[in-house]
């Protein structure tokens, strides 16, 4: 298994706090990305990082941003979290071009 | 716009038959395609993937077809076992897909491998 790990595993919390979810590699891979994943979407892109520092943003990115200071960590930020921002948010790493992304175990965030 | 379809919510079949899951892509652009399994509580499993200069790869029980003129792809499981049982997504990359090597995936198929 790559080496993904994602922190916390489970957070519950309330509208209009800040959150901020952790995603660390040891694999030392050049591309990291943050999903969600909800029922009859399946899994969509929030924010990914191509180096440090760099980052852009994917197609769900409205109320969220991201921090990439070292190669193994990427942050995911809720400025202030939402309802809608109930999720199960997922952490991947890949290489580069043509080559697989590898997930972490997942956080389960619900914002009450 | 959704560019991956996978048309069949659930596929329910018996243990030792065959699995057949299928994808639909819309962009011309992508590159390369590939299947994740995911277990509940669990994160996406990479499981197989195909480039478009190949039109079938193989690794044991599992075979993807890919069909460019059709922008099809289907993923074979033979023989299904029960531990197959998950949610299968299909996704794609490419030009088509963005820049830096994004992924976009379908809404997953729940396969159910009955004993």
């Known amino acids: 298994d790559a080496g993904i790990t994602q922190s916390p595993r489970h957070k519950v919390t309330e509208t209009g706090t800040p959150v901020t979810l952790r995603c660390h590699q040891t694999?030392?891979?050049?591309?990291m990305y943050w999903y969600r994943q909800d029922p009859g979407h399946g899994l969509r892109l929030i924010h990914y990082s191509y180096g440090v520092k760099d980052t852009d943003k994917g197609e769900v990115s409205d109320g969220y941003s991201v921090s990439r200071s070292k190669t193994e960590d990427f942050l995911l930020t809720l400025e202030s979290a939402t309802s809608s921002q109930t999720s199960v948010y997922f952490c991947?790493?890949?290489?580069?071009?043509?080559?697989?992304?590898?997930f972490g175990p997942g956080t389960r965030l619900t914002v009450t | 716009d959704q560019q991956v379809k996978q048309n069949s919510p659930s596929l329910s079949v018996q243990e030792g038959r065959i699995s057949i899951l299928n994808c639909d892509y819309t962009?011309?652009?992508?590159?390369?395609f590939l299947w994740y399994k995911k277990y509940p509580a669990e994160g996406p499993t990479f499981l197989i993937s195909i480039s478009s200069i190949k039109d079938k790869n193989e690794d044991g029980r599992f075979t993807v077809f890919l069909n460019k003129s059709a922008k099809h792809l289907s993923l074979h499981i033979v023989p299904s076992q029960p531990g197959d049982s998950a949610v299968y997504f299909c996704a794609a990359s490419g030009v088509g897909g963005g820049s830096n090597y994004k992924l976009t995936f379908g809404k997953g198929t729940l396969l159910t491998v009955n004993p």
């Open positions: 962009n011309s652009m992508f590159d390369y």
């Open positions: 991947a790493i890949s290489e580069g071009s043509g080559y697989e992304q590898y």
């Open positions: 694999e030392n891979h050049r591309y």
